[in-house]
């Protein structure tokens, strides 16, 4: 049990475009969803939490306008990196909880903005 | 907040050696602290946690230990294996916080046929 699936895996876009990254936990109901972004050697740095029905709680120095993120039933959430531009280029992963501290990891989307 | 330290950056052994890696936390309210395991590309899976309660837990090969008092924790694992080799992380939360993840800087184990 506790699987959680991203979508896409990868993905490639021009600079000034916007994409969206879907996060789902397949087989349980998630309370609180996570994103995180990790660069290249480095670790994950947490960009927001996300709790279903509500407004997402983001991170010192992460932009809420430029990275929506929408929770909209316990199963899913999206992240939307609007008018990116190549330093968004990174790794970035979702994580959902129970509602314990246990959080579990979604396999991660490559965004590589040209 | 919450900051995590974590040593060494690199670590190489020998198959069958030990390997111990080591974080320090910063936040006397957190109480619970997850390793996880991260192959090149992959999802970070967890390993092993503790709650701090305990200070204390082992899962075969892999066992973790926590000093509350001087707010460190370690990871410990055994008879290395080659497929031991990952970049392994240790994170702390504390559960009056959201169970917000603050993560260490990670390490690198190699382990060398």
């Known amino acids: 049990g506790a699987v959680v699936s991203q979508h896409p895996s990868r993905v490639i876009c021009k600079s000034g475009t916007s994409v969206k990254i879907e996060c789902r936990s397949l087989?349980?109901?998630?309370?609180?969803m996570f994103w995180y972004r990790q660069f290249p050697k480095q670790s994950l740095m947490l960009m927001a939490t996300?709790?279903?029905?509500?407004?997402?709680?983001?991170e010192q120095g992460v932009e809420k306008d430029k990275f929506l993120i929408n929770h909209a039933s316990l199963t899913l959430s999206t992240l939307t990196v609007t008018s990116a531009h190549p330093e968004d280029s990174s790794f970035y992963i979702c994580?959902?909880?129970?509602?314990?501290?246990?959080?579990?990891f979604g396999p991660g989307t490559r965004l590589l903005v040209l | 907040g919450e900051n995590v330290e974590q040593h060494p950056s690199t670590l190489s052994v020998q198959e069958g050696d030990s390997a111990v890696i080591k974080c320090t936390y910063s936040d006397s309210a957190s109480n619970y602290f997850p390793w996880y395991k991260q192959e090149l590309g992959k999802r970070p899976q967890l390993i092993i946690d503790i709650r701090s309660n305990v200070g204390e837990k082992k899962d075969q090969r892999i066992a973790v230990t926590l000093n509350k008092t001087a707010k460190h924790f370690s990871l410990h694992i055994t008879e290395t294996q080659p497929e031991d080799s990952a970049v392994y992380f240790c994170a702390a939360s504390a559960t009056g916080g959201g169970n917000k993840l603050t993560f260490g800087t990670g390490t690198q184990l190699k382990v060398e046929l």
């Open positions: 996300s709790n279903e029905g509500s407004k997402a709680t983001y």
């Open positions: 994580s959902a909880s129970r509602g314990e501290e246990t959080q579990y």
């Open positions: 087989d349980f109901q998630a309370t609180t």
